[in-house]
């Protein structure tokens, strides 16, 4: 995904984990690492993709509109798609801004965010005496019937 690309939330992540992005994703890495980190960097990943995206319409259309640039190049159905793709671009980039923030705001402070909890799997190691463990049946014995 944009591990590398940055976004616009990235300080806000670092507020809320107290770690920058590059630490966030080598401790989501880690086998302990929270569900709410895992998936606040999903959707930052998301958002930064978007970003990523809105910014590559808008410098097209700077270029296009470039007033170095011959008047005969423009076209008003390019600039018209442009303009659907930037408002596709922005509607997605504010939906990701709005799931991080809302995840971001509604997650404990991290002194209070418990650590993952790991048990371990206890084995009992005590042995019966054979007087104490029940006898076994008979292969093919019929069992007596109460009255």
């Known amino acids: 995904m944009s591990r590398d690309k940055a976004s616009t939330m990235d300080a806000d992540l670092k507020t809320v ?5 590059p630490e966030l994703h080598e401790a989501a890495a880690g086998h302990d690492a929270s569900p709410a980190l895992a998936r606040a960097l999903e ?3 998301f958002l930064a993709l978007t ?3 809105v910014a590559r319409v808008r410098d097209r259309v700077r270029a296009d509109m470039d007033p170095d640039r011959d008047m005969g190049d423009l076209s008003t159905d390019k600039l018209r798609f442009d303009a659907q793709w930037l408002e596709a671009a922005l ?3 504010d939906g990701y801004r709005a799931a991080l923030g809302e995840l971001l705001r509604t997650m404990p402070p991290p002194a209070q965010q418990a650590p993952p909890v790991h048990t371990a799997q ?3 190691t005590a042995t019966l005496p054979p007087s104490a463990a029940p006898a076994p049946q008979r292969a093919g014995a019929a069992r007596a019937r109460r009255p």
Not at 17 to 21: L, W
């Open 17 to 21: 984990f107290g770690k920058p992005v």
């Open 43 to 45: 959707l930052r990943s």
């Open 122 to 124: 206890l084995r009992a």
């Open 91 to 93: 509607e997605a980039r």
């Open 51 to 53: 970003e990523e995206q």
